[in-house]
């Protein structure tokens, strides 16, 4: 009578698991990531691993993600949430990948390593009164979306009891973002121990928008005259019909006549998520960061004009997924007045914004209030961002390898406001319980900059980055300080820096140290890299690492002039590509 029905199991590992046999699969930065054609087999085993998952913890809900976020529409993957919103333990990443590659062995290495699982964890398949699993499954805009849906219900429908016919829970949540999803997760397993009912995606949109209007109550400004005409670039993903209902129902509860969810002041643009070979092409966060240039189907110019006044324009870029966001604007036609506003700009918006708050609320003069603000970012952060951060914020900085995982990791464990962006743009900001109560317990006295803080805690997307809730952020953080975009880039200069991708016949042979900075394989090509970078002076810098989400080496390379950055990329790429060839 255990939870596994055996005969489903084989069956259905049958179904989903014969096709691309022998393929090893790896966990990547932000879960598995490979051409839609080979995920089934890790599509299944993500499925059985989530329900395994859920029942070790208790019975809390966990969530699948289906999505590659800013990689190319024939790509697909997975990413697995943790209760509380956060990305999967990383004591599990090791687990997923042997039950995959078991998996695509053979049906017995399979059930071995799952019997092996089992037992291991002290999984309790028998006695299931605790709970017999539960689980969230989500997906992007995807072609191969619904497919490898199929393959993951398979998997859960494999836990069903002999006796009593229970079938472990599963709620598919349809086509959403990957931060809606995470954020689902989270108030779901807080429903849970609040015994209430099962809670739908309407607590995501009930739970910003009522952020953002109290914002707007309590600074007087309104989504319908928002200092910038605001063009969004969608990445003809999920993130676009999400922002939609967004923002018609934001101007619904402002009460004001909107034509068709759209006002003056806010446009979206690739927009076709309906048409998956679009997603991610020639627009969207990676490919305006990596290009430094407008994506297709925004405009330059940076006036804006309504009703005879000229407004301010600002355009933004979410990815694939909507989990990640950049800004910019461009003066005009001509490309060397690009002005990118990247995950850097947003770390140090938000940074000097609760710096100010932290000073007006009055929490910094109690001296046993011991406040830790912090910012935590990677090795592609701008070396001028971190100069800012440090010598003219004077604030702590923290480096930590590429992927949420770690900065949101560091971030938590180090501070009480804790504001981790990667350059790409992908963050957020954490809170700890003891500013949170700090907050509320002195919230009464009807002091603005606190009021701020605790609406703050609630218009940001606490499990993971959101290219939505961090948009409203910056949106609000602006229209706070009175900053036009022009004044959030003059805080400091960008060094000139170029990223490239270099293909190689094995990216795995490339392994690091010190958060990524420095490679320590293959053997002296950290060497010649650092006599490269000596010889174009004190500003420069350059890293080699490998992708978790692509097949490929990234380079990176910073330098007192663009030239000098680009010459200096090509060239650690060419030794880099000379390594692989010896
Ligand atoms: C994922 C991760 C990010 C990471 C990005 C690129 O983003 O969540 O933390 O920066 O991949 O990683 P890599 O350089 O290893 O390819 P996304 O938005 O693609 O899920």
Not at 104 to 122: A, M, P, Q, V
Not at 398 to 414: I, M, R
Not at 481 to 497: C, F, K, M
């Amino acid at each position: 009578e255990k939870l596994i029905n055996l005969q489903l199991l084989e069956k259905l590992y049958n179904k989903n698991c014969t096709s691309n046999k022998g393929f090893k699969y790896a966990y990547g930065t932000a879960g598995f990531r490979y051409n839609a054609d080979v995920l089934n087999t890790v599509m299944f085993t993500t499925g059985i691993l989530s329900v395994l998952r859920s029942i070790y913890l208790q019975n809390k809900t966990i969530g699948i993600m289906i999505t590659a976020s800013h990689n190319p529409p024939q790509d697909n993957g997975v990413k697995i949430v943790e209760p509380m919103g956060e990305m999967l333990d990383q004591s599990w990443e090791s687990i997923a990948t042997d039950l995959a590659n078991s998996a695509s062995n053979s049906y017995n290495d399979f059930i071995t390593y799952l019997n092996h699982l089992i037992k291991d964890k002290g999984i309790d398949l028998i006695d299931t009164s605790n709970g017999i699993g539960s689980v969230i499954v989500g997906r992007d805009s995807r072609e191969s979306g619904p497919r490898l849906l199929e393959t993951v219900l398979d998997a859960v429908y494999c836990f069903q009891h002999d006796s009593t016919e229970r079938v472990s829970k599963i709620l598919d949540a349809g086509i959403l973002t990957t931060p809606q999803l995470h954020y689902l997760v989270y108030k779901t397993n807080v429903a849970k121990t609040l015994e209430k009912n099962e809670i739908g995606i309407g607590c995501y949109f009930d739970d910003f928008t009522r952020a953002w209007l109290d914002l707007c109550e309590l600074y007087g400004f309104s989504t319908e005259h928002l200092k910038f005409a605001l063009t969004i670039d969608a990445a003809n993903g999920v993130g676009g019909f999400q922002m939609e209902k967004m923002i018609s129902l934001l101007f619904t509860l402002c009460k004001t006549t909107v034509d068709g969810g759209n006002s003056t002041n806010i446009s979206i643009v690739n927009n076709d998520w309906q048409k998956p070979n679009l997603l991610n092409n020639k627009c969207g966060a990676d490919y305006v960061k990596t290009n430094q240039c407008l994506p297709n189907g925004v405009v330059s110019n940076s006036k804006f004009s309504t009703g005879g006044e000229n407004t301010q324009k600002l355009n933004c870029s979410f990815d694939g997924d909507a989990d990640r966001v950049i800004f910019y604007y461009q003066d005009n036609e001509n490309k060397s007045s690009f002005h990118l506003l990247d995950g850097d700009r947003i770390s140090t918006l938000f940074a000097k914004f609760f710096q100010h708050l932290l000073k007006e609320s009055g929490l910094l003069d109690a001296s046993d209030n011991d406040i830790k603000v912090g910012v935590v970012q990677t090795a592609y952060a701008n070396g001028n961002s971190t100069k800012y951060i440090t010598e003219v914020l004077k604030m702590d900085v923290s480096c930590t390898p590429t992927g949420v995982k770690h900065l949101h990791h560091e971030a938590v464990e180090k501070y009480d406001i804790g504001i981790y962006f990667e350059a790409n743009g992908h963050g957020t900001i954490v809170f700890s319980e003891k500013i949170k109560s700090l907050v509320n317990n002195s919230m009464s006295n009807g002091n603005k900059a606190l009021k701020t803080i605790e609406i703050f805690t609630r218009l940001i997307n606490r499990t993971v980055g959101d290219a939505i809730s961090d948009m409203l952020g910056v949106l609000a953080v602006l229209c706070i300080l009175n900053l036009t975009p022009q004044d959030w880039y003059n805080e400091y200069s960008d060094l000139p820096n170029k990223l490239i991708k270099v293909v190689v016949p094995d990216r795995t042979v490339f392994k690091t140290t010190n958060a990524e900075r420095q490679l320590v394989s293959p053997a002296g090509l950290q060497g010649k890299i650092d006599e490269l970078v000596s010889s174009y002076g004190a500003d420069s810098r350059s890293f080699v690492r490998a992708s978790g989400t692509e097949d490929a080496v990234r380079v990176y390379a910073e330098s007192s002039t663009k030239e000098m950055a680009e010459s200096l990329a090509e060239k650690v790429g060419q030794l880099v590509s000379n390594c692989c060839g010896e």
